[in-house]
């Protein structure tokens, strides 16, 4: 299948609607509504007496309130405006000026609760089976691991995170005073498994930067192995893994580092990013509040760079060159376009 321009890819929707999304983390969602914006769709969320989360369609079919600006009344939501009740399968349980509902309702979309996560599914319910499930993130769940997790709206197309996180000759110069690695020189090696795209790029008995060297007990400095990859795994989901090794030593690595960057359409320019980070050494409060001061501080950085490629690509100018030319440390991320326009490409298919 040919690469999409990018007209295509960014001015259009470029994001299936059949594909397991992250709508929020666990603990945001309670007995207060929550109202997000997700695919171009109004969605509320909020939990039943029981703690089931609930997600349905944030617009009330009589005028239009956004229900989240409602009450919650059992486990029904009331609308904050004239006070239809709707409840959690969406269809409408009271009206108050009528002794029995109008067969009315809302949308109520699937809900997967998965650890720190809350995964929505807001495709066609009829092809939900044939779905892959939301992609596995087992160290989000392992008690070895101590996890951080944070979300920025950002005002960009989501691929644009995803083409970010799969090329990461980008830290030498969006990074260089944050994260200091500027050794990421040369393109990765990269293979494509199925509907997965994975980079992987080693670097061997080269000096670690204070902030990875103190958390592992080194001298800053001291020449260390990393094992750097990152997958593709969903259009929603990316993985990107650092393993630290002593060259000494041919044992497990010393420390593993694990990120997910979940990303969630808002619209075609903006995107929700859910990133969750978490490491298996140093793992107490103080060194893990540094790890993540530093990470926040990066990931402004990139958040500041994708705002203004955005701002480039909404608009056309008269002249001048137009377009991409890509090189090889993007051959990962043109992967990932092609893998997203096969989940695209088969929600269109109606057999
Ligand atoms: S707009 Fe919701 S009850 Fe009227
Ligand atoms: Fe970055």
């Known amino acids: 299948m040919a690469t999409a321009s990018v007209d295509t890819l960014y001015g259009q929707r470029n994001y299936p609607y059949n594909c397991w ?18 695919l171009d769709t109004p969605v509320v969320l909020y939990r039943t007496e029981e703690g089931a989360v609930v997600a349905l369609e944030d617009r009330c079919p009589h005028r239009q309130a956004p229900l989240s600006i409602g009450k919650l009344r059992g486990d029904a939501i009331e609308c904050g405006y004239h006070g239809f009740q709707f409840g959690p399968s969406g269809r409408c349980v009271h009206v108050p000026s009528m002794s029995s509902p109008p067969p009315i309702g ?35 769940l392992d008690p070895g691991f101590e996890i951080r997790k944070g979300r920025i709206e950002i005002a960009a197309n989501y691929l644009l995170l995803k083409e970010n996180v799969l090329d990461l000759t980008h830290f030498g110069y969006v ?28 670097f061997i ?47 497990p690595p010393a420390g593993r580092v694990r990120f997910a960057h979940l990303t969630t359409p808002i619209d075609q320019k903006n995107m929700h990013y859910f990133y969750v980070f978490g490491r298996d050494f140093a793992r107490e409060e103080a060194a893990m509040d540094m790890f993540e ?59």
Request: glycine share 8%; proline share 8%.
């Open 293 to 351: 001061k530093m990470v926040i501080e990066g990931f402004k950085e990139d958040e500041f760079v994708l705002e203004q490629v955005q701002s480039i690509m909404s608009r056309k100018p008269r002249r001048g060159s137009q377009g991409e030319r890509s090189v090889k440390a993007d051959a990962a991320g043109i992967e990932a376009r092609r893998i997203i326009e096969g989940w695209m490409a088969r929600e269109t298919i109606t057999d």
């Open 175 to 202: 990074h260089a005073a944050t994260f200091q690695i500027t050794d990421w020189v040369d393109a990765p090696k990269v293979a494509k498994d199925g509907n997965t795209v994975t980079y992987r790029q080693e």
């Open 106 to 140: 809302v949308e109520a979309y699937p809900v997967r609760e998965i650890g720190p996560l809350v995964w929505i599914y807001l495709g066609d319910q009829s092809r939900l089976d044939d779905v892959p499930p939301p992609p596995e993130l087992a160290w989000m």
């Open 21 to 38: 999304w992250v709508a929020a983390y666990a603990d945001e969602v309670g007995r207060m509504p929550l109202a997000r914006w997700l």
């Open 205 to 251: 008995r080269t000096p670690l930067i204070p902030g990875m060297a103190i958390p592992l007990g080194l001298e800053p400095g001291a020449l260390w192995n990393r094992i750097n990859s990152g997958s593709l795994l969903s259009p929603a989901a990316q993985e990107g893994r650092s393993d630290f090794c002593n060259p000494d030593r041919s044992e």
